[in-house]
């Protein structure tokens, strides 16, 4: 299949659908970003490339950056990650407030922002230098030393994160967050401000489509299982209160960030990631979810 032109036909198909997304401008450093852009870049389990547009510019990868947290705490750590939180879809937007009170502080899943930060919790907690551990083991899993934090947009979202303050002083008043809370959430922002490409988000998550392990390197990073089970929460997490719009129309695990990011996996296949910055109002890329349906329902290549 020539998915190189495929992906130029699909992306000429969307120009006749106009953009209804709106770039998100709740982080204020989130608005400066053009909010034109279109990166598209696959990548085989067996080493084969397919980019289209602006596949090779950084990007802010938001809560994309939830799994590669989720992954660290739930491969490296021994802790009692599922007493403290869940593993059910949300079905509610991804900063939501309301569930939690009822479950006691404990969120729903690794992938709302509270399940992602009571991992930030366990990660300050158990990592040496948590900002500097969690930096490298993204750098290793795409191979380039490059990827960073953006500090702009960590202090940008630290000065407006009055949801994501609510959420975590509501866990620690249930006792479910056990470090300082400034130091979480330290750890929370510059997570959502590390900045990749296409080409990088999709060499990063290529391990979840086989079995766990990085192709180029050999490492294995997650048991079989758990690489399984990451891709369930995905599947059935990774799009908040839009997880069964993206499993019915696309069909793949995946996880979007409100820089207009998504990335999916084929297990066995290829990852794939879009960027788009233009979001829908659930907060997904309003393009990049269009794309990646039309993607698959021309190539059935989705996982049903
Ligand atoms: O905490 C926040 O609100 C952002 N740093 C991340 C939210 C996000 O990316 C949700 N994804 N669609």
Known sequence: MDLK??????????????????????????ANVSPDHFGVHLVT????HYDFGDSDIRFSIQSIAKVFSFVMAYSQIKSTIWERMDVEPAGTPFNSLVQLEYDKGIPRNPFINAGAIVVCDILAGELASPKDNIRSFVRDLCGNRTIDYNPLVAHS????????YALVNLMKSFGNIHNDIDAVMDLYFHLC????SCRELSDSFLFLANNGIVPYSGKQILSPSRTKRTNA???????YDEAGQFAFKVGLPGKSGVGGGIVAVLPGKYA??????????????????????????????SIF
């Open 5 to 30: 032109k495929i992906f130029s036909e699909i992306y000429d198909s969307l120009n006749d659908v106009e953009d209804a997304g709106k770039v998100a401008d709740y982080i204020p450093e989130l």
């Open 45 to 48: 389990v067996d080493g084969q």
């Open 157 to 164: 979202e630290k000065k407006t994160g009055f949801r994501n």
């Open 193 to 196: 401000s590390l900045e990749m």
């Open 233 to 239: 929460l995905m599947q059935t997490c990774g799009f």
């Open 272 to 301: 794939i990631s879009v960027w788009s910055p233009r979001l829908n109002p659930k907060g997904n890329s309003f393009k990049g979810m269009l794309f990646l349906e039309e993607f698959t329902t021309r190539t059935h290549l």
